[in-house]
């Protein structure tokens, strides 16, 4: 057996026979655990839990310090912009800031300018609690990098980012006409 007869041979039949050179999946033999989407998920579950867990002491769940954060860096100010910051919709952000305002972290406040808006404002224990969120965030995510040199953080940052460029192109693409079989699936 030649060494290009054993590569062949040893690549997964759909690779070496149904699908084109660079796909990596294809309908047959699919498993959603052998996906980047799915090893995704779980990496983002995971350091999500932690980071709730070591959030616990502040009594904030990980998604009430996702808004309290976005106020604290001041990328929202309003029910609106947080809903869109967060991707959450705006029932759910009132939810969420009823939880949070109920805590003392946060209040709403009618805007004098036009009367319809309402802006958010952090209390004094609102900026505190969101000022220790950096240090849990980059604890997290640091010991879940343990054991990854510079060159290699800095080539899976690459690729995550390429990984994003793509999405994007897809999202402005237009949508295949051709049903998927079984419905949407989160993989």
Known sequence: MTSSTKSANSSPPCLATTCVAHEFYCAEG????????????RVM????????????????????????????????STVAELARECHLDAGAMTRMLDRLEAKGLCRRVRSVADRRVVNIE??????????????????????HLTGFSVAEFETLKGFLH??????QVQAQSPTPSQAIPGGPHEA
């Open 122 to 143: 952090l209390s004094d224990a609102g900026r505190e609690a969101a000022a220790g969120i950096p240090a849990i965030l980059s604890r997290v995510q640091n010991a």
């Open 45 to 76: 579950l995971a350091v999500a839990q932690e980071v709730e867990r070591q959030l616990g002491p502040c009594d904030l769940t990980n998604a009430q310090w996702v808004p309290l954060f976005k106020l604290f860096l001041g990328k929202a």
């Open 30 to 41: 699919y498993l959603p655990e052998a996906s980047v989407g799915y090893l995704m998920r």
């Open 162 to 167: 390429r990984i994003l460029d793509n999405a």
